[in-house]
């Protein structure tokens, strides 16, 4: 499963001691939170994953939601009944496997030199998050709110916390709401550290 959740303990010592310390207000400009780019371009992914579908999830979706920070790096998510046939796509556009993944999936380097991690879910929401993405300015296929911060919350580092804080903080109550339901469904274990992050978030953007 790709979701589990592992890192509970440490999710909480986190927002232990992140509410001993917060304070209103993150330093940014409300136009910074709020702004939405796509400054650093990535690979073409649709150019050579072309039989089946994927989204691109961790650093480089986290832009739709939150303000860009130089990650370069892609991750994807397919479905582990598709693996056969993206890594099909990948030979054939000269992509070099450098090695398993510590939880199923690969990694890869592109001939960019690009560096390409292909996570295999079969969790059942895995097909949902696939068939219902948005879309980067690009056309790249984003993996929406709510599975993005269930995967980052069943992660649970440090970097994904503080991303989670923020995404949340910034999302409106409609999504918030659907994000709520996703987590209650399928990490219901994170349901009290989620408002936890929601109400930290808020804070740190402003958008009470």
Do not use: C
């Amino acid at each position: 499963m790709l979701v589990q959740d592992l890192s509970a303990q440490k999710r909480r010592f986190f927002l232990t001691l992140v509410k001993k310390r917060v304070k209103s207000g993150s330093g940014s400009s409300s136009a910074f939170l709020h702004e939405r780019t796509w400054t650093y371009p990535v690979n073409n992914l649709n150019s050579v994953l072309k039989q089946v579908p994927f989204v691109i999830i961790d650093g480089v979706a986290t832009r739709m939601y939150m303000p860009e920070r130089m990650t370069l790096d892609l991750d994807i998510l397919i479905k582990a009944e598709d693996s056969e046939l993206i890594y099909q796509d990948l030979k054939s556009a000269g992509a070099k496997k450098i090695g398993n993944l510590s939880i199923a999936g690969s990694q890869w380097q592109l001939s960019d030199h690009t560096s390409l991690d292909v996570l295999e879910g079969e969790d059942e929401w895995v097909k949902d998050a696939i068939a219902r993405p948005n879309y980067s300015p690009d056309s790249l296929p984003i993996i929406s709110l709510p599975y993005l911060i269930l995967m980052k919350l069943s992660a649970s580092r440090t970097q994904d916390l503080a991303d989670v804080s923020r995404m949340l903080g910034l999302a409106e109550e409609k999504e918030l709401t659907k994000i709520k339901k996703i987590i209650q469904t399928y990490l219901p274990t994170a349901v009290e550290d989620l408002e936890s992050l929601i109400i930290l978030g808020k804070l740190e953007t402003g958008n009470n």
